[in-house]
């Protein structure tokens, strides 16, 4: 079975040093903060005074804190607790954005009224926009795809920036701030 091929803009874009670097360095930080205490195989606040300020070493890949603290393991275990907040934070601001895009679909009849009185102003006027008489009956057969999409988009609305981002030569960029 062949494997359907990336879209042109996704292929051009892995077809950079710098994006393909990236994105290596992207992964191997989640699997690091996801795998923390099997990889570092110690406690991230257990302390060893009689191992403070240690070089690195077989043992402790990048040495120890004034406290004798592995500092792998609290590089590692940080980065878990950095990306569960930004799932988190992303999750809740899309159940945020559909619960006030439902609550403002099944309640249009009161908000537009509402508005227009805070404005003193004819908002959606009733001649042009009917939205007085438009029935509105949200479905979930039509907010998950909705909802799915919307999230496929910002996705993708990231790729054409890290593309453009990717062909700035540093030196260049700075030289004229």
């Known amino acids: 079975m062949r494997l359907p091929r990336l879209p042109l803009v996704m292929r051009?874009?892995?077809?950079?040093?710098?994006?393909?670097?990236?994105?290596?360095?992207?992964?191997?930080?989640?699997?690091?903060?996801?795998?923390?205490?099997?990889?570092?195989?110690?406690?991230?606040?257990?302390?060893?005074?009689?191992?403070?300020?240690a070089q690195p070493s077989t043992a402790h890949l990048m040495g120890t804190d004034e406290?004798?603290?592995?500092?792998?393991?609290?590089?590692?275990?940080?980065?878990?607790?950095?990306?569960?907040?930004?799932?988190?934070?992303?999750?809740g601001a899309m159940m945020a954005g559909t619960l006030f895009g439902l609550l403002v679909a099944f309640n249009i009849d009161v908000i537009?009224?509402?508005?227009e009185r805070v404005l003193h102003t004819s908002f959606l006027p009733a001649s042009v926009y009917l939205?007085?008489?438009?029935?509105?009956?949200?479905?979930?057969?039509?907010?998950?795809?909705?909802?799915?999409?919307?999230?496929?988009l910002s996705f993708v609305a990231t790729i054409y920036p890290s593309w453009r981002a990717s062909r700035v030569q540093p030196a260049e960029a700075l030289r004229y701030e």
């Open 131 to 152: 939205i007085s008489r438009m029935p509105s009956e949200p479905q979930r057969g039509d907010i998950v795809p909705i909802v799915i999409i919307s999230l496929v």
């Open 112 to 115: 537009v009224p509402f508005i």
């Open 12 to 53: 051009q874009l892995f077809r950079r040093r710098i994006v393909m670097a990236a994105t290596i360095a992207l992964v191997l930080v989640v699997l690091v903060s996801m795998f923390a205490g099997t990889l570092s195989g110690f406690d991230p606040n257990e302390t060893a005074v009689s191992q403070r300020l």
């Open 67 to 91: 406290l004798g603290r592995d500092l792998f393991a609290r590089i590692a275990f940080g980065g878990r607790y950095s990306l569960t907040i930004a799932l988190l934070t992303a999750l």
